[in-house]
């Protein structure tokens, strides 16, 4: 931590205004947070007999001098481990939410279309369909529309046609691959479980939480057992009719969690 000492005084009738710097800096490099020792024992000592105010002036210079160990409390938090910092931050929470892609796991993909080339190639090579990415976009799609909402997997697949037909015995068996890909994509982001995983052990509500098509029953079969393990339920729009980013939808999960919003 790098820190700038400043000796000042009053100016004559200036003494309870606003403080003006001398030219008695020095910049000290200390790694914990605490002045160094020189500081400490012969130049703190030496400004205050002068009649000089001796403090530290935070980064970027305000015009205000922090008391000892109230100026470094942000850096602290924010270096800390991350699951230090969720339990931290949950510290007053009775529930806590997680998202469950892009934070609890992550695909091998740097985007969801990524992985919906992906399944496309594995159903090109297993079932010969050459365009099953446009067509399972265009049965989300239609599905989306009809039911005002997200649709679920099996919605989904209730408006997938192939070779001209809406039903067959093909359509199960590519549901069931879907399924198996995401379960053989997802990868548990171990520091924010860890965090997830504490605060359960403390007695709080931790849940998942998901905009999209694969329900609750599907997730547990598809997510890592250890993600799983911390969950008390799995909250997801398909099944629950509404989106993250929708009004009042937030107090709306709180209610039905029982938590107080």
Known sequence: LSRNFDGRRPRGDDRHGQLHALDLSTALHVGDGRPGDLADRRGVPVVRHGGFTAGILPTGYPQRMDAEGSRNWTGYFTQLPLEQRLVLRAIDADGVSFDLFDTLVTRPF???????????????????????EALRERAESIARHKLARDPTLHEVYDELVIDGRTHGPNLDALREIE??????????????????????????????LSDMYLGAADLARVLPPEVLAPLASIVVSCERGRRKDEVDSWSDLAASRGLAH
């Open 110 to 132: 740097l985007d969801p279309a990524g992985a919906r080339r992906y399944l496309a190639d594995v159903v090109a090579e297993q079932f010969g369909v050459l365009d099953f």
């Open 179 to 208: 399924l198996a890909v995401e379960q053989r994509s997802l990868r548990p982001r171990a520091a924010v479980l860890a965090g997830a995983t504490r605060l359960a052990a403390t007695g709080k509500q931790v849940f998942g």
